[in-house]
């Protein structure tokens, strides 16, 4: 799993990122100061075709895909533009219901979560 951190607001930094928020081992964390990689998924979010659909709206002056989740098909192909896009999500913390319900589709497991997106206790 990758996140990436840019700054969208003035107080936003690297220094500030809250990596406590994802500690898996798996997860790898990257600061993009340039935007990069959220100009280009904007860009190109149409072209993907997300099999299991899209969810949000964005902001009408933004200049980059943030606070989004993108979920790829293990077996994506990351070439030109990468293929196997499962879902997306925008805002994370409203369409988190969906990345569960899709993260469990893509590894086939069992029901992880209870109806509102929640981890079980």
């Known amino acids: 799993m990758f996140v990436i951190w840019f700054r969208m607001y003035p107080g936003d930094a690297e220094s500030k990122w809250p990596r406590e928020l994802l500690t898996d081992r798996r997860v790898e964390h990257r600061w993009d100061e340039p935007k990069t990689a959220g100009r280009w998924f904007m860009t190109n979010l149409n ?20 606070d989004s989740y993108l979920l790829f098909d293990r077996n994506a192909a990351w070439n030109e533009t990468p293929n196997g896009l499962l879902s997306w999500g925008f805002p994370v913390m409203r369409t988190r219901a969906q990345l569960l319900k899709d993260f469990q589709f893509a590894i086939g497991g069992a029901q992880t979560s209870d109806t509102r997106g929640r981890p079980p206790r």
């Open 47 to 66: 072209a993907l075709r997300p099999s299991r659909g899209g969810d949000g709206v964005f902001p009408q002056r933004v200049d980059a895909l943030w």
